[in-house]
């Protein structure tokens, strides 16, 4: 089996499990990995993942969501997207070794990015309180 015939797999076992949104995020984290498409999923190794990953974190630029965010090639993806990249790479292979087409998860060997320290956005103190005050009113 293929790396692509695998992928290709993993996707179909999503259809009525997940949301088409959902199988959509995996083709796409998982798209880097046609480098390999035809190459036997048993031969994949880290050092292969690694290559490719390491073409991610050195990519530089962004693609935007329309036309308010165009292409940015300033910088590279973000710690939040090369995540989204690493958890797609990890939850495939481990559905391969369920499977039992492989033995091991080759991700096992590569480091997961770390993530920023972003405080959550709080609600301002007065908008909480007038949304109690809304509850409490409608309780009544």
Known sequence: MTLSDAIKEFLRSHIGVNTP??????????????????KPLRDIAADDLRTTWIALVEQKHRWGGGSDHPRDSSRGLSPFTLDGYFRAWSAFFNWCVLQEYIGGNPMRKLR??????????????????RL???IRLNKR
């Open 21 to 38: 949104a959902t199988i959509d995020n995996y083709a796409k984290r998982l798209k880097p990995l046609a480098t390999f498409a035809d």
């Open 112 to 129: 997961r990015p770390s993530m920023p320290n972003i405080e959550p956005k709080a609600i301002p103190a007065e908008d909480l309180n």
């Open 132 to 134: 109690l005050d809304e």
